[in-house]
Structure formats: structure tokens, C-alpha cells
């Protein structure tokens, strides 16, 4: 996007530092360097947003091929950076590499007590497409996983 403070580009190996440290922040069982390397080889797009002016990274997001459908693994952003539009230019950017590989559907699953993220994805068009009860054991108690689909 142009005119923002920010900007997204392609992950590289390099950015696994910083974006291992920002995953601690954001999630409850943060993935490890090896599983985000691990993406980084597969068939898919793995992108970060970073502020122009520090080269900062402020966001990332991890969208894979998945036979006939691209699965969003995982999305972040900063805390400071939230709000502003970075998880919806992520996800943009997910739909249009649906789209440039002939795809029409993509999928995610998340945390039915994640308010931000459902919002999120409902906002963006996702629907909920179905469950799978106490999906998240810890920690306790148990909660669903919800499973989401954005026709394309
Ligand atoms: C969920 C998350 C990725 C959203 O990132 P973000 O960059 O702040 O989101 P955006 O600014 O693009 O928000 C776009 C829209 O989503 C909705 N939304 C995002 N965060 C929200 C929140 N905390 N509460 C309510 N609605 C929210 C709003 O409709 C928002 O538009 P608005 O700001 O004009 O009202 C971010 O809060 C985060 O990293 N959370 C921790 C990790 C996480 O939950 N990842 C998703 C796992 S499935």
C-alpha cells in the first residue's frame, strides 16, 4: 500500500528473528523459528509488514497451498501497530495470491474467544464454515476452534 507509514513485502530467512520475537508477543503457543522455516520452503506466501522509515517489522502472515484451497496459517501484528489496517492489507494480499494461482478458497481457523481476530475475518467476508469443539486445551478451559471461509 502506498501513502502508509508501512509496507508489505515477502519474508525472507533474515526476518525470522524479528518475527519469532513479534509471535511471542502475539500468540498464546507461538511457533518456533524451525516452523516458520519450514513455511518459508513450502508452496505458498509468507509476508511482513515493516515501517518504511526503520524497516521494523510490525506484521506477518503465512498463507499456504493446501491441495484445492490456501489455509492462512498464522497472522500478527504489533500491539502499537494494531488498528491501523495492517492485518486487512495481510489478508488483501493473501486473496490476490488466491487468485493469481487459480484459487477460489481460502480458509483459516481460529480461537472463538479471539473478539479482534473474528471481527476480523468477518469483516474481511469470511463466514463461519464450522467447529471443532474444546479444539484449544490450554489453557484451560477448553475453547472451539472456528473454523472460517472466504469464497473468492
Ligand atoms: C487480530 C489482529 C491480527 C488484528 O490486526 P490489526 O492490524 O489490528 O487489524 P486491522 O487494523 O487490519 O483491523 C481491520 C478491522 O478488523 C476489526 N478489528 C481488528 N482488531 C479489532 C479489535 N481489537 N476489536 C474489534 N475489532 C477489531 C475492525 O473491524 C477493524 O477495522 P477498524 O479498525 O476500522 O474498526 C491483531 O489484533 C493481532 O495480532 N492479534 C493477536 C494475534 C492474533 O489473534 N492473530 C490471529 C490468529 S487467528
Not at 43 to 71: F, P, S
Not at 109 to 136: C, H, I, M, S, T
Amino acid at each position: 500500500m502506498l501513502g502508509l507509514e508501512w509496507s508489505v513485502r515477502s519474508m525472507v530467512e533474515n526476518d525470522l528473528g524479528d518475527v519469532v520475537a513479534l509471535e511471542k508477543q502475539c500468540s498464546i503457543h507461538p511457533w518456533r523459528a524451525s516452523a516458520f522455516r519450514e513455511e518459508l520452503s513450502g508452496q505458498g506466501r509468507c509476508l511482513v509488514a515493516e515501517r518504511r522509515c526503520t524497516g521494523k517489522i510490525i506484521g506477518y502472515c503465512i498463507a499456504q497451498t493446501v491441495v484445492d484451497c490456501v489455509e492462512i496459517r498464522i497472522l500478527g501484528v504489533e500491539q502499537s501497530a494494531r488498528r491501523q489496517g495492517v492485518a486487512w492489507e495481510l489478508l488483501e494480499q493473501c486473496a490476490l495470491y488466491c487468485r493469481e494461482i487459480g484459487m477460489i478458497i481460502l480458509d483459516l481457523e481460529v480461537r472463538a474467544d479471539n473478539q479482534a481476530a473474528l471481527n476480523l475475518y468477518q469483516r474481511f467476508g469470511f463466514k463461519e464454515v464450522g467447529r471443532r469443539p474444546g479444539y484449544y486445551r490450554r489453557p484451560p478451559p477448553a475453547v472451539d476452534a472456528v473454523l472460517m471461509r472466504l469464497e473468492i
